[in-house]
């Protein structure tokens, strides 16, 4: 069995080699982007390094805006400024809006079924994008889930305000999930899938939730040598088929209960599981199967509570470290909302220096700081450059936000470089995309940035916050934790003192 297995491996490896120099000759007939001189076999794989975005930044300030590397066997272009962003997401969006599916993501054939994955000519990606949009993500159906967000929220100032008396440290990206992912769970199942005050349940839950873009994020042999993917060389394939099946069997059994109280009579939740179960096609009068609707709510999930939870975490380690920032923000909440206990939505359109603040984070910490990769459909010339049919694509949202042309002193938190010009982050302005652009653009973008303004607003209009004594004298960890999110490699401790 051992020497099958080597053998198999050997041979997939002469099969890559062959490839490689098939398109290493074959590079030459092609008017490809600049990029860095490929080295056998591997190409320029040993360039990427342990933090992608920065190895890919530092790259394109030598070879150009727009890219071109081998990594492995797989042609792969990255647009690393905003004009090169315009390019790809605008004005050629048709051409590069299917995505180039990750071999972790078709563990358990999550890509057949997935939202993120799926290609946009499908029917059923038409499907589940015009329900998400219509009936998750859409302003009416936000503005009457306030009070919900409300209620989350004031949980998470409860739980807070007791970790201030025990004079415990917050586990702010923990308290952040948690909170981000019950108000997706209330929205979706009527019910909470975590405890705020019960820290071991809720940790494990981020862990498994953490593991899909970690995994789908790694280096992976499979997707640079496409022929030996079979194999799952590196098990990060297999890794991910466990995470599916403990997420799935949580969902699955909410939507069981479900199905099982509806067969009962029981009075209908009017929540969003209700509707995916009423859902029927337009065309085909079909509903979605379950194994749809497992993946759906995996989607959900991974994007929802983790992204938002990252974002509040890099923004309070930011303030933290920047005393005049937390000040003014203090001075912001105290002018705008006064002696109320609660901050509401609607306050949020008047806080300026908070939305500086979050979009400053977005700038320097993007949630996907390389999106999710594209593929190009057809072969395409973009800025004077051949794009080959089945190039892989990236955008490397970091390097726009680093770009010196664009910031000055790109490297630095300064929140009030957005009260000098108007930018948005909705996938407008190019300079700024943590939610990318265009057909693909994240459709949760609406949720996302009601729930960050609001929990951050809230927990700065609420506590004084200050690091804890080691962590002041060391210094805050600010490494990255680089999945298809960016987080911090050490969670952020921060002591609350309640207002």
Request: glycine share 6%.
């Amino acid at each position: 069995m051992e020497f099958f297995y080597l053998y198999t491996l050997i041979s997939s490896i002469l099969i890559v080699s062959s490839l490689y120099l098939h398109f290493f000759f074959a590079r030459s007939r092609h008017n490809l982007p600049p990029g860095p001189r490929p080295l056998p076999l591997v190409g320029n794989l040993l360039d990427l390094g342990s933090r992608p975005h920065r190895s890919l930044a530092r790259l394109a300030a030598r070879h150009g805006p727009l890219m071109a590397l081998r990594l492995g066997v797989v042609t792969t272009v990255v647009a690393s400024s905003a004009d090169a962003a315009r390019d790809v997401l605008q004005r050629h969006d048709a051409v590069f809006s299917t995505r180039s599916v990750p071999d972790a993501a078709r563990a358990c054939a999550h890509d057949h079924r997935s939202m993120g994955w799926l290609p946009p000519g499908s029917p059923l990606w038409r499907a589940l994008r015009k329900v998400c949009s219509a009936e998750l993500f859409a302003p009416q159906r936000l503005d009457a889930h306030q009070a919900l967000r409300r209620d989350k929220v004031q949980r998470l100032v409860s739980h807070v305000a007791g970790l201030a008396r025990e004079g415990a440290a917050v586990d702010v990206r923990r308290v952040a999930f948690t909170t981000a992912l019950n108000l997706l769970s209330c929205t979706i199942f009527s019910d909470d899938l975590a405890d705020l005050d019960d820290r071991g349940a809720s940790g494990e839950f981020m862990a498994v939730i953490e593991e899909f873009p970690m995994a789908v994020g790694a280096p992976n042999l499979s997707d640079f040598f496409p022929a030996i993917a079979p194999l799952d060389p590196q098990r990060i394939r297999a890794r991910l088929v466990r995470v599916f099946k403990k997420l799935h069997a949580i969902f699955d059994e909410q939507i069981e209960r479900r199905v099982q109280e509806r067969a009962a009579g029981d009075p209908p939740k009017n929540d969003f599981l209700d509707l995916l179960l009423d859902y029927r096609g337009a065309e085909d009068d079909r509903g979605f199967d379950r194994q749809t609707l497992l993946s759906l709510l995996t989607d959900l999930f991974t994007a929802g509570s983790d992204t938002s939870a990252a974002t509040i975490e890099w923004a309070m380690a930011e303030l933290l470290q920047s005393p005049s920032s937390m000040a003014k923000a203090r001075d912001e909440l105290v002018e705008v909302i006064g002696s109320k206990q609660e901050v509401e939505e609607s306050d949020v359109g008047q806080l300026k220096w908070l939305q500086a603040v979050v979009k400053e984070t977005f700038r320097l910490h993007p949630p996907a700081p390389l999106l999710l990769p594209r593929q190009a459909e057809t072969t395409t010339e973009v800025r004077g450059y051949t794009v080959p049919k089945g190039t892989r694509v990236l955008v490397n949202v970091w390097a726009i936000g680093q770009d010196p042309a664009r910031w000055a002193e790109p490297e630095k938190f300064m929140p009030e470089r957005f009260l000098e010009k108007e930018v948005d982050f909705r996938g407008r302005d190019f300079d700024l995309l943590p939610f990318g652009a265009g057909r693909r653009i994240c459709p949760g973008l609406p949720l996302a940035a009601r729930m960050v303004h609001l929990m951050l607003a809230t927990l700065l209009h609420r506590f004084e916050w200050r690091l804890p004594a080691d962590v002041e004298r060391n210094g805050v960890d600010m490494s990255e934790n680089l999945g298809v999110t960016l987080g911090m490699s050490t969670p952020l401790q921060a002591m609350a003192m309640p207002i």
